[in-house]
């Protein structure tokens, strides 16, 4: 089994273990929201905890793609990229998984509370929660990113 450095860590781990702690935190949040949404939590006790969830929602997923770009450069299937490429990716799939993610917060109050507005807010909170989800993005990528590229 190969075995490669996670983030450039001082331990190495094969490619099964790698995915799932590089796709590990985004999981766990999403229970999380999953969990506060059903015990209506953001409308009822803590309107604000929503815009901390979307910045780690952010970090959480480019996390995830620094951890796998590490991975494809660790087996010769990227080139070292620029770091503000590196940077752009990361962060373009934070948008694009916050994205989603608010579609599905648009789902989840259609389907399942027609009466309610559990999690979308209006557009104003969308836009909002988008750009934690930049923010979280790109502040993981600047604060790792640039260790992990010198090694």
């Known amino acids: 089994m190969k075995k490669f450095l996670f983030l450039n860590a001082k331990y190495r781990v094969d490619r099964n273990t790698a995915f799932a702690l590089a796709l590990l935190p985004g999981i766990m949040l999403m229970v999380v929201q999953q969990i506060f949404l059903t015990t209506h939590v953001y409308e009822w006790y803590l309107p604000q905890l929503d815009i ?18 590490n991975y494809a450069r660790s087996v010769k299937k990227l080139p ?14 934070a ?6 993610w608010e579609h599905y917060e648009f789902l989840h109050d259609v389907y399942l509370h027609t009466d309610e507005q559990l999690a979308q807010f209006g557009t104003s909170d969308t836009m909002k929660d988008l750009a934690d989800d930049l923010i979280g993005g790109f502040l993981l990528s600047v604060l790792i990113g640039r260790k992990m590229l010198k090694k």
């Open 52 to 69: 901390p969830m979307h910045i780690i929602g952010g970090a959480s997923v480019a996390w995830a793609v620094w951890a796998l770009m």
């Open 80 to 93: 070292k990229l620029p770091f503000w490429f590196s940077v752009f990716i990361a962060v373009g799939a």
């Open 95 to 100: 948008a694009l998984v916050g994205v989603l």
